[in-house]
């Protein structure tokens, strides 16, 4: 089945400073998701982009699905942004179910 | 408007006992799924509904698992005889299609003691 790698797996940075989120997946897909899952265990919903460019305030994606990866991108960054960052991806061929990468974990220091 | 909700938050259970998990979706949301959270395993696909169609069950354990949507709407997880290595967070999560972007619920934190 299709891989799904997160890079780095580990990220601490001090506030205000600007992070890259990398996802690597091993075949073509046709939908493409980014989540933060809060410290409660709650799974936010950042970006769906199968594919382009999209912002959303301090934070963008894009997604080169030719190349076969996506980057996260986060900008002036605070307390709040700490957690795992999660991509996930469904597969063209098997389109029932995302799968999930390992997760990049954040730490955000003042 | 509401999001995903889930029923209930925790649950505590004795091994070999019976649990159900309560999924309901957002409202005209056809594409229902369940996952599961283990620290060993990561987030894992468990069953998919798409409106009438058959499940997608492919992504059960055991057969001690299983699912219903009820109505197209309400979704039940149950797991039978439950054992110490079925403890994990359950998620679900809803969508307007099968490809589309996917919303999820807060989840259940089963633990089998």
């Known amino acids: 089945g299709i891989q799904v790698e997160q890079s780095p797996p580990d990220l601490i940075l001090q506030e205000g400073a600007n992070s890259t989120l990398r996802c690597n997946f091993s075949?073509?897909?046709?939908?493409l998701q980014w989540f933060h899952q809060n410290p409660w265990g709650q799974l936010i919903n950042l970006f769906y982009?199968?594919?382009g460019t999209k912002q959303n305030g301090r934070l963008s994606a894009t997604t080169v699905a030719t190349e076969r990866y996506s980057l996260l991108y986060i900008s002036s960054s605070q307390t709040t942004d700490s957690g795992v960052y999660f991509c996930?991806?469904?597969?063209?061929?098997?389109?029932?179910?995302?799968?999930f990468g390992t997760g990049t974990r954040l730490q955000v220091f003042p | 408007g509401a999001g995903v909700s889930q029923s209930p938050s925790n649950k505590v259970t004795e091994k070999g006992k019976d649990v159900e998990l309560r999924c309901d979706p957002i409202?005209?949301?056809?594409?229902l799924y369940w996952y599961r959270q283990s620290l060993g395993q990561g987030l894992e696909f468990l069953i998919y509904?798409?409106?009438?169609?058959?499940?997608?069950k492919s992504g059960l354990p055991s057969d001690r698992f299983s699912a219903e949507r009820t109505g197209g709407s309400v979704s039940t997880l149950t797991i039978q005889r439950t054992q110490q290595e079925d403890s994990a967070v359950y998620l679900c999560?809803?969508?307007?299609?099968?490809?589309?972007?996917?919303?999820f619920g807060p989840g259940t934190r089963l633990t089998v003691t």
């Open positions: 999560a809803s969508s307007t299609g099968r490809v589309y972007e996917q919303y």
């Open positions: 075949d073509s897909v046709n939908n």
């Open positions: 982009i199968p594919s």
């Open positions: 996930a991806v469904k597969g063209t061929y098997n389109t029932d179910k995302l799968i």
């Open positions: 409202s005209g949301h056809t594409a």
């Open positions: 509904f798409q409106g009438n169609s058959a499940p997608d």
